[in-house]
Structures are given as structure tokens and as C-alpha cells.
């Protein structure tokens, strides 16, 4: 069963940092391009990071520039979200999609749920609070 599963969420105080793991069962991810999403409560969904099948390009949301990293490993065959200096407005479920076929990073990130992806995983819940 070809699946994404996504782990390391949880409760963490205002500052603090989280890294968030976007794993593939079933199938590789090396041909898809991969993002995270999230979606706190009441919001739509939104683009948090995205990153290119080749890992050359990546795109962040304003909001998290300068905090949040995304990155690859192909032998894992696994994507993570490094999340530093973590606000109150981060608090969302994360989501993280993949897609085989894409115009950009920056259009998969910002059409979200839009876009088609491929597969979705199921999310994971990250709460920023003191």
C-alpha cells in the first residue's frame, strides 16, 4: 500500500524547535516533488514548504523564511521540516503531499489542496504553547 506517513509533531513552547519527518511506504519518492502543508483550526489549508523531486529547489512560505528547513534523503527515502524559533501561529496540523509533476515549487506550495497531488498523508498535529 503506497502511503506517506508523517511523524515528530507534538507540544513545544514558544522558541522551541521541532523537526517533522514525511516518510514513504509502497513506493520511492526520489521522482516527486514534495510538500508540507498545514492547517490550523478553522484556516484553510495552507503552503508551508515545498521541494523539487532533484532537491535543487524549494520554496517557503513568508511566514516561516528564516525558521523552517526542508530537506531531502534519498536513502531514507524520507523528507523532513526542520522547524526553529516556533510560534503560537504555527500551531496547525501538518500535512505533507507528494506530486510527480509540477510547473513550480513555488505554484505547488501556494494551490495547496489545488493542486492534485498524489498522495496525501493523514497529518500530524503541532501545538506551540507555553
Known amino acids: 500500500q503506497r502511503q506517506l506517513v508523517e511523524s515528530g509533531g507534538g507540544l513545544v513552547q514558544p522558541g522551541g524547535s521541532l523537526r517533522l519527518s514525511c516518510a514513504a511506504s509502497?513506493?520511492?519518492?526520489?521522482?516527486?516533488?514534495i510538500g508540507w502543508f498545514r492547517q490550523a483550526l478553522g484556516k484553510e489549508r495552507e503552503g508551508v514548504s515545498c521541494?523539487?523531486?532533484?532537491?535543487?529547489?524549494?520554496h517557503y512560505a513568508d511566514g516561516v523564511k528564516g525558521r523552517f528547513t526542508i530537506s531531502r534523503d534519498y536513502f531514507k527515502n524520507t523528507v523532513y521540516l526542520q522547524m526553529n524559533s516556533l510560534k503560537p501561529e504555527d500551531t496547525a496540523v501538518y500535512y505533507c503531499?507528494?506530486?510527480?509533476?509540477?510547473?513550480?515549487?513555488?505554484?505547488?506550495?501556494?494551490?495547496?489542496?489545488?493542486?492534485?497531488?498524489?498522495?496525501w498523508g493523514k497529518g500530524i498535529p503541532v501545538t506551540v504553547s507555553s
Open positions: 509502497g513506493f520511492t519518492l526520489d521522482y516527486y516533488a
Open positions: 503531499a507528494a506530486t510527480q509533476f509540477i510547473t513550480s515549487v513555488q505554484d505547488m506550495c501556494d494551490a495547496a489542496v489545488s493542486y492534485g497531488m498524489d498522495y
Open positions: 521541494i523539487s523531486s532533484s532537491g535543487d529547489s524549494s
